[in-house]
């Protein structure tokens, strides 16, 4: 990488799979849980990921790049966490394994956000201004769900599991 440019495009496409490997794991998710509130708010989740992936994928190949460029590390351990605290654990109470739910989509949508804030964010300096206004949409779009899930988590999930 030589330029702000290379940089840009490797991170658009460690986001794209971060995205990519984040939506399986999330279907999973809405799937095990219980709380009815909590499940419609997951499946709005999953169709924003596969909306983000979209958007990512388009900006990528705008700039003559391939969107499988890269392997995200990073979500690759969160999705595994995910699996073995949400999914995978002995957990007997159905309240205490939304809360588990909610906690490593959220760990999972925070990671996202760091990454659509840094792309956005080098979009911006480049003077990509459809590209920030692309990416700032996924930005306000992730930023919603996570308060959602805290919403539900405050007010439903959290007094039950407890």
């Known amino acids: 990488m030589n330029s702000l440019k290379d940089l840009y495009i490797d991170q658009l496409q460690d986001l794209y799979s971060a995205d990519k ?3 399986s794991v ?3 998710l809405a799937k095990a ?3 009815p509130e ?3 708010a997951l499946e709005r989740n999953v169709v924003g990921i596969s909306k983000g ?3 990512v994928k388009g900006l990528i190949q705008d700039h003559d790049a ?3 460029g890269e392997h995200c590390k990073g979500m690759e351990g969160l999705v595994t966490e995910a699996r073995a605290h949400a999914l995978e654990a002995d957990i007997s109470d159905d309240d205490v394994r939304d809360a588990s739910i909610i ?3 959220q760990r999972m949508t925070h990671y996202a956000l760091a990454g659509y804030g840094v792309v956005r964010a080098f979009a911006q300096r480049q003077g990509l201004k459809s590209d920030v206004t692309v990416l700032q949409d996924c930005l306000d779009e992730t930023y919603g769900g996570d308060r959602e899930l ?3 988590a405050e007010t439903q999930v959290n007094a039950a599991a407890a």
């Open 21 to 23: 490997q984040s939506l």
């Open 26 to 28: 999330s279907k999973d």
């Open 33 to 35: 849980a219980k709380n």
């Open 38 to 40: 909590l499940k419609a």
């Open 53 to 55: 992936m979209e958007k």
């Open 66 to 68: 391939d969107p499988k």
């Open 103 to 105: 906690a490593q989509t």
């Open 150 to 152: 805290t919403r539900i």
